[in-house]
């Protein structure tokens, strides 16, 4: 019993469904067919060209708002709103280091060397090294650290060559820092906007730069490097009143300055702009006084001299890297000893300024393709456009969606662009060439109240506060299909027993049937009297389904087929809270509030069978598979287990101490006083009936043992902490006497009059979460098993959850003795002794060695070596048949298997059929996946073959008119 309970008690996360985005960035990966999403606390990748997607397994402290990923792909750093940061080796899925930063990051980016990243730090910037593959010390090292906004910097940019890093902040200005010293060199500053800096970045291979503001403004600046002659004071790195000139000027400015050396230092400033005035008469240009006159206004421009001093504020690293830079950098020559020349980088405004126009509409976000020049520009009303740069021509502009837009990224080809609207949870990938949808994924707008899987496991059908039915492919992860049907909240989701139809129940007063095959809303049932359905059942035959009234106290009967009301059934005191019909007899279970359950007889009578009064409310029900028993859970969180064939109890779990519910910021007393009026809301049986998951108002569901009748273990299903409910102990120092100091809203980033507007009336619950001042709490509102006991999800405030059995383990032997080897397996094969080595393989429990076996055996004797294997053997057979149709090429080879397994052992499959349930669905699963590709596939080809045909046709028609 201890072995097969930690078998099935191995779940792991697995996957994170129904939530596609919820804020932050998105990146494509170096390839540009796989996109990374942030989701809540973890990061979902979706690859594009393959249709699939998973979830990595690491969670960050609270909501992503950064992700940054290297130019080779190998390191992601993901960092939270709260500045926690977690470095990931992504091939491998692995944890490299977390970090804390200290502060709220806005903007991080690596350097296209891929040796520095950059991370903003309030209105600081900070350059970090990237840890290599050789050991060190402290590979998580800071290089340096530069200063000069006076407010929050939003955006970074690093040129071609890793030379200069650009920042764009809220104070309306830019700066070009360099990452090593450039001798007398100070940040250059850039400030022409009027609103704060959403976007700013160099061209290719270029230091010329574009920066895009807040209102719609777009700027290109021009780099030129310029001569400039100082006074040396004696210091190495000090030097005082630069002026900008032309290089042949130099010897002449330098003389000028040595003449008016003696007089008194106003004297000499007065002179020395009467000198260069002079010079700049004599041999300059209009524009090179205009020049002159714009760099000494900069100069004098910055904020501290002290502080600003080319840009660093620290550090002995630079010590080694600055001459070398210097070096070529400053291609002045010394002209003196009191004076010296340098030339020194610029940035002027090139042209006119350039606006977006679109109809009063803010810039959220914006993308650079360097290798195209094409800005990709998403504003607040929904729309994108296409500007192909420094021309500013407007290549494509569309309306994605009703909200704002928040992330905006392109992949490495520029074909395909990826949009993520917060407000909505969408997440869509837009091939602007071809106009077409590459990807367009959206959770459910609200909470996800149910859950629910298809008989054959392959679909998760969820509801939502939002009147919305999905469908989610389990092995994609996807949402290929949405209900829009109903009005209301969804309450109730069940599968008819042939897996052909799904019905639900709603708020709106309707129970709705829709077809699995043709997705559409064949059936609607109704009352004649309005009422609120609060769940549903559809019976074994699936003629009749059954909806309970919560306002009522009623049960309803229609008819499948006509739609037609069948009975009514009366007998309930309070709102029923659970309905379910038997497996395998006629008869309807009900619970209700009123603190019984009723077993009614559908086909006979409206009276119920029996009734059965408890100590306390019931809130959840659930019927064994088998249909001999049933569980309960009541409002004073006790499970109950009974006999339905007997009608007698079996036992009941005191689950009081075992429901670890988290303390919210506003509560005023500890969680474990908080836990005395709690229960369990949704409970479900393993589908061997050995075991009981239950889940409530907390982050864990609890698995029980039916028979020992105690608790197993605990999966915890999330720890975000921007959710609330999440801790059970809340830190005393964030208490006032005013409240929680986290309840209070310290967030800058609201500077728009509608972000600040609260349109939420007092008490509401649920609604527009993203603009109440209070955070989600964290709740398991459903669960669901698969049918094959390998999975079950949870619906979850932070999304579908699917935990399924780790399956990571590669060698797994079965029967080993010494005489089983890689070798003798293949020395058997060799020997074409396929019996032999198919039977040491299986023994080895090696995948590559069964499938170089397999794919050995000839097909003609495929059918004898079936016969011949032991039948021991048949369930690893098919497991490996149905874990290998979905990616190999041998199609025909692998059904052929198929066919002689159920040909030859098709009486033992069905005498034992319990031991072969769990390949037999992978088989069926993969069967069906492949049977719609090639479908769809055929079908296309279909199409094209009969307009191919008609154009031929056409072709010699056009030829005989002619002759």
């Given at each position: ?10 779940y ?12 932050g ?6 390839d540009g ?6 989701v ?10 393959n249709n ?11 909501d992503i ?6 130019p ?5 750093i ?11 080796n992504?091939?491998?899925s ?8 200290k ?5 991080l980016?690596f ?11 309030n209105?600081?910037?900070h ?40 920042t ?10 360099t990452?090593?010293?450039?001798q ?12 704060r ?42 030097f005082?009143?630069?002026?900008f ?18 007089t008194?230092?106003e004297?000499?400033?007065?002179d020395n702009?009467g000198d ?35 840009g ?5 690293e630079?010590g ?7 070096g ?8 003196g ?7 020194l980088?610029?940035w002027r405004?090139?042209?006119?300024r ?34 192909d ?6 290549i ?6 009703q ?14 662009i ?27 707008f ?9 008989p ?11 009147g ?6 389990t092995?994609?992860?996807?949402c ?10 969804i309450?109730?989701?069940q ?9 639900s129940?709603?708020?709106?007063g ?51 087929q ?8 009366i ?16 008869m ?14 559908v086909?006979?009578?409206?009276s119920?069978r ?21 569980v309960?859970s009541?409002?004073?969180?006790v499970l ?22 988290g303390?919210?910021?506003s ?10 009026s ?6 479900c ?9 239950a889940?409530?108002?907390s ?5 029980y ?8 273990t605990q ?10 409910g999440?801790?059970e ?10 409240g ?7 967030d ?48 979850t405030?932070?999304g ?8 990571t383990a ?21 020997a ?16 590559s060695?069964?499938?170089r ?10 059918k004898m ?8 053997y ?25 066919m ?64």
């Amino acid at each position: 019993t201890t072995t097969t309970t930690t078998m099935k008690l191995n779940y792991k996360f697995s996957q994170l469904c129904g939530t596609v985005y919820k804020g932050g960035n998105s990146v494509f990966l170096p390839d540009g067919n796989t996109i990374l999403s942030p989701v809540g606390n973890r990061v979902s990748l979706f690859d594009l060209v393959n249709n699939k997607s998973r979830t990595l397994p690491h969670e960050s402290r609270a909501d992503i708002s950064i992700l940054a990923l290297s130019p080779d792909g190998r390191f992601l750093i993901v960092v939270d709103k709260d500045g926690f940061a977690m470095i990931l080796n992504l091939p491998r899925s692995v944890i490299l280091k977390r970090f804390n930063f200290k502060c709220r990051v806005r903007a991080l980016k690596f350097s296209p060397d891929g040796r520095y990243f950059a991370v903003s730090h309030n209105k600081h910037l900070h350059v970090w090294k990237t840890p290599g593959l050789e050991p060190q010390f402290n590979p998580f090292s800071l290089h340096c650290k530069y200063s000069g906004h006076s407010d929050n910097i939003l955006t970074i940019d690093w040129s071609h060559d890793s030379r200069y890093i650009l920042t764009g902040s809220a104070d309306c200005s830019c700066r070009v820092y360099t990452l090593s010293r450039i001798q007398g060199y100070k940040p250059a500053v850039l400030a022409a906007h009027k609103s704060r800096i959403v976007h700013a970045a160099f061209y290719k291979d270029s230091y010329n730069v574009h920066t895009v503001s807040f209102d719609g403004t777009l700027l290109n600046w021009n780099w030129k490097e310029d001569a400039v002659v100082v006074e040396n004071d004696g210091k190495q790195r000090n030097f005082r009143r630069g002026k900008f000139v032309k290089k042949s000027s130099l010897e002449g400015v330098v003389k000028k300055l040595k003449k008016t050396k003696d007089t008194d230092d106003e004297e000499e400033e007065e002179d020395n702009d009467g000198d260069a005035s002079d010079s700049d008469s004599d041999g300059e240009s209009d524009n090179d006084k205009d020049e002159i006159n714009g760099t000494k206004e900069e100069e004098d421009a910055d904020v501290n001299e002290d502080e600003n001093d080319e840009g660093h504020s620290n550090d002995e690293e630079n010590g080694g890297d600055d001459d070398e830079d210097s070096g070529d950098s400053d291609s002045g020559d010394s002209v003196g000893d009191e004076y010296i020349s340098l030339v020194l980088p610029s940035w002027r405004v090139k042209g006119k300024r350039h606006y977006f126009n679109q109809d009063g509409a803010k810039v959220m976000c914006c993308a650079f393709h360097v290798k195209t020049n094409v800005l990709t520009v998403g504003f607040s009303n929904g729309v994108f456009g296409l500007y192909d740069l420094p021309e500013f021509n407007n290549i494509h502009s569309l309306s994605v969606s009703q909200k704002r837009i928040t992330s905006v990224s392109v992949n490495s080809s520029g074909e395909w662009i990826s949009f993520g609207c917060a407000k909505l949870g969408q997440l869509l990938v837009w091939e602007w060439m071809s106009e077409s949808y590459i990807l367009k994924q959206q959770g459910h707008f609200y909470d996800m109240d149910v859950v629910q899987y298809s008989p054959e496991g392959q679909v998760l059908a969820t509801g939502g506060g939002d009147g919305k039915v999905k469908l989610w492919n389990t092995s994609s992860g996807f949402c290929y299909v949405t209900f829009v049907d109903h009005k209301a909240a969804i309450t109730g989701l069940q599968f008819t027993p042939n897996g052909m139809a799904v019905v639900s129940s709603s708020l709106d007063g309707t129970v709705r049937a829709f077809d699995m095959m043709r997705y559409r809303n064949f059936r609607t049932f109704t009352t004649p009297n309005p009422t609120q359905f609060s769940s549903v059942a559809v019976d074994g035959s699936g003629e009749l389904v059954c909806a309970s009234c919560s306002d009522s106290f009623e049960v309803n009967v229609w008819s499948m087929q006509t739609g037609a009301l069948v009975d009514t059934l009366i007998g309930h005191s309070a709102p029923v809270s659970a309905i379910s019909f038997h497996p395998s007899e006629a008869m309807l279970i009900t619970s209700s509030w009123d603190g019984t359950f009723k077993v009614w007889d559908v086909f006979e009578g409206k009276s119920s069978r029996e009734s059965v009064d408890l100590a306390s409310d019931v809130v959840a029900m659930d019927i064994r598979h088998d249909g001999k028993q049933i569980v309960l859970s009541t409002l004073k969180a006790v499970l109950t287990l009974w006999d339905l064939h007997g009608m007698n109890e079996k036992g009941t779990i005191d689950c009081r101490r075992d429901i670890r519910i988290g303390r919210r910021k506003s509560d005023l007393v500890t969680a474990k006083h908080l836990t005395n009026s709690e229960c369990y809301t949704s409970i479900c049986y393993t589908p061997d009936g050995t075991c009981i998951l239950a889940a409530g108002r907390s982050k864990f569901v609890s698995v029980y043992h039916v028979e020992e009748q105690i608790l197993l273990t605990q999966f915890c299903v999330g720890g975000n902490l921007s959710l609330d409910g999440v801790q059970e102990k809340l830190n005393s120092k964030f208490d006032t006497e005013f409240g929680a100091v986290t309840l209070v809203d310290d967030d800058d980033d609201t500077s728009d009059v509608e972000d600040r507007i609260n349109w939420s009336l007092p008490g509401v619950q649920k609604g527009d979460l993203s603009s109440r001042k209070t955070s989600p709490e964290i709740r398991v509102k459903d669960l669901s098993f698969c049918a094959d006991g390998r999975s079950w999800s949870a619906a979850t405030t932070e999304g579908l959850i699917i935990f399924s059995l780790d399956d990571t383990a590669s060698f797994d032997p079965f029967q080993f003795d010494v005489d089983v080897s890689p070798a003798s397996v293949i020395a058997a094969l060799e020997a074409k002794d396929f019996t032999r080595a198919l039977v040491l393989a299986f023994r080895l429990s090696e995948v590559s060695l069964i499938q170089r076996v397999l794919e050995g055996v000839p097909h003609k004797d495929v059918k004898m070596l079936v016969e011949l294997l032991p039948v021991v053997y048949l369930s690893k057979l098919l497991q490996f048949i149905a874990s290998q149709l979905p990616v190999t090429r041998h199609l025909e080879f692998y059904m052929l298997w198929v066919m002689h397994c159920f040909n030859v052992h098709g009486r033992h499959i069905q005498k034992d059929a319990s031991l072969y349930l769990l390949p037999l669905r992978e088989v069926q699963k993969s069967i069906i996946n492949i049977r719609e590709t090639i479908g769809t596939l055929a079908e296309g080809n279909t199409y094209m073959l009969q307009v191919a045909n008609d154009l031929i046709h056409k072709h010699d028609d056009d030829e005989e008119e002619e002759e």
